[in-house]
């Protein structure tokens, strides 16, 4: 469903972004060697100021096995000429340390676009890496382990989506951005938890499939009055939270606010008082007042990586991790800079329809 500028722009960039590298990132970048990792006096000294970011998160004891790695991911992401993508969930040593960029899906997927570097790490999971390629034909997206996954956008395939359309001939396909680029590529526009709402009001259909996340689009059908059909798929880490384990911590201290992410389950959203992407979530912690109590019902390294943002407010976190997101550490990224590894591919004729998927969410105006 492009429209004839779309497609004549988008023409041009998927010729150019069509041919596959015939070497590797390896053998096009060149190699360099696997740096010491001994924790120095030179390395402690220069990574002090960063161990002052995490210093409440990491014990001192620990920090110099972390050091080094920070200190040599620092030095050859510009050897490289790198760009760390970091996203909410990154532990912190990964969030404070040596990302360049931090921020939810939306925010990760638009700044990728700005960065004029010319090789992408990103530290999330892999449809983000996916999606930076999409807005990045040209440059090398790399993504420290292959196998971070997601279990929403496991939950779907392509030939999934194609089943629906022909279920509901004629109704648009809003598509949460986690999932891959061969499931983009069949639907009409991309969402993120932050715009889903304006993403579905947008479409000149009364009817709306909102996939593939079941709860997501259950708590869009709220805000809407348009009718909203769905698919199974569930997020692992926001689905295991229950309104009853919410209402617990109320009756322990009723003056806590309790923020939920929009992927966990209707009757948690209701119990919560705001609920939000992670990007939304932080801008409400920072808007609470000292000494206020939260409970952030999310992967909980985010509240880690937020309680600098959000002085004085102290952040209750029933812990739920996404193993997907852990997969990414320290030692993964830096081989990734070393050995240029593992680079994020597309196949070429899902690249044009999936990009436009997700320009369309990037470009759509707000209200
Ligand atoms: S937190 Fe949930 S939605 Fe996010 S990557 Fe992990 S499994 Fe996927």
């Given amino acids: 469903m492009a429209t004839a500028t779309e497609t004549a722009a988008s023409a041009v960039r998927h010729e150019a972004g069509k041919s596959a590298p015939a070497k590797s990132a390896l053998e096009r970048f060149g190699p360099v060697d696997m740096p010491d990792l001994t924790f120095t006096r030179a390395i402690e000294k220069a990574t002090a100021p960063l161990y002052e970011r995490v210093k409440h998160h990491i014990p001192e004891i620990e920090w110099p096995v972390h050091a080094p790695y920070v200190y040599w991911i620092n030095r050859l992401k510009k050897e490289r000429d790198a760009v760390i993508l970091a996203h909410n969930y990154q532990t912190p040593e990964i969030y404070h340390c040596i990302s360049d960029i931090t921020g939810d899906s939306l925010q990760l997927a638009r700044e990728a676009t700005l960065v004029d570097e010319e090789v992408i790490i990103q530290c999330g999971v892999h449809f983000m890496a996916e999606t930076s390629k999409l807005l990045n034909p040209h440059k090398t997206v790399l993504i420290p382990d292959m196998k971070a996954g997601c279990s929403l956008s496991e939950s779907i395939t392509g030939a999934d989506v194609r089943l629906l359309r022909e279920a509901h001939p004629g109704v648009p396909v809003v598509t949460y951005v986690n999932t891959s680029a061969e499931v983009k590529a069949e639907t009409d526009i991309c ?132 193993p997907h997101m852990k997969r990414i550490t320290l030692p993964k990224i830096l081989e990734s800079l070393v050995y240029m590894k593992e680079e994020v591919t597309i196949e070429p004729h899902l690249m044009e329809p999936a990009r436009l998927a997700v320009e369309r969410m990037i470009n759509l105006k707000p209200n």
């Fill in 191 to 322: 969402c993120t938890s932050s715009n889903v709402v304006r993403v579905v009001e947008s479409l000149d259909s009364d009817t709306v499939l909102c996939i593939p996340d079941e709860y997501l689009a259950r708590n869009v059908a709220r805000q809407t009055k348009k009718k909203i059909l769905t698919w199974k798929g569930h997020c692992e880490v926001h689905e295991r939270f229950t309104a009853d384990e919410l209402l617990e911590y109320r009756k322990a201290d009723p003056a806590i606010q309790i923020i939920a992410h929009p992927e966990c389950h209707p009757s948690v959203v209701e119990v919560a008082d705001y609920t939000g992407s992670t990007a939304g979530m932080i801008e409400y912690a920072k808007g609470r007042q000292a000494g206020s109590k939260v409970l952030l019902v999310t992967e909980c390294s985010m509240a880690s990586n937020i309680e600098k943002e959000a002085r004085g407010v102290e952040f209750i976190k029933p812990c739920n991790l996404c």
